[in-house]
């Protein structure tokens, strides 16, 4: 099985970029978008002057208990700089949410509750709407993110959308919102109280 195919059976269809759109990036993006694939992990990020955005990872199941994880996020944090990644909200009836969760927990990560992010998928045309999680070597404020979020979402997500799918992503106002009084559990407090 290629990095591709590794990804495409771990992700919903709604979250995953094409393998053309991908590989354009890696080609074309080279400086900014990397590949870190291995036996048993993928790992697709975006590395920019001040942060770092993780867009996938992928640990094979055989390999999970093994540190795999912890150890690529650590090979991301001595970057040191915020390094930003999307998830899904917890579903309890899905233990995977839930795990993968856990895990950036323990990885020292932030859920950034003042920012919105939803979008239409341009596979499945249904809305997705993700949670942003943060770690930062500084105490990086969520209005820093929201900005970092926003130039992600238009060199990375929307690079070429036309070409690959044929229609445009929204654009990255009706996508992402910032609102210090949006009214979300903090994800990390809700595990908490669940255990």
């Known amino acids: 099985m290629n990095w591709f195919e590794k990804l495409n059976q771990y992700f919903p269809i709604e979250e995953m970029k094409s393998q053309e759109h991908m590989e354009t990036l890696l080609k074309e993006k080279g400086d900014v978008y990397h590949k870190d694939e291995g036996e048993k992990h993928v790992l697709m990020y975006a590395e920019f002057p001040t942060f770092v955005f993780i867009d996938y990872v992928y640990v094979s199941a055989a390999a999970r208990g093994e540190g795999l994880g912890h150890k690529l996020i650590e090979k991301m944090k001595q970057k040191n700089k915020p390094i930003i990644l999307e998830v899904e909200p917890v579903d309890y009836e899905d233990s995977d949410t839930e795990k993968r969760l856990r ?3 323990r990885e020292g990560f932030t859920h950034a509750r003042s920012i919105g992010y939803s979008r239409r ?5 249904e809305w997705s709407q993700l949670e942003i999680l943060y770690w ?3 105490d990086a404020d969520e209005e820093e993110i929201f900005e970092q979020m926003k ?3 238009e060199e ?9 799918y044929g229609k445009s992503y929204q654009p990255v106002d009706e996508v992402l919102k910032i609102d210090e009084k949006r009214s979300v559990t903090n994800m990390m407090d809700e595990l908490d109280d669940k255990k």
């Open 103 to 105: 895990f950036y927990q």
């Open 121 to 125: 998928s341009l596979a499945t045309d």
């Open 136 to 138: 930062s070597p500084e």
């Open 151 to 153: 130039q992600m979402y």
């Open 156 to 164: 990375i997500h929307t690079y070429k959308d036309e070409t690959f």
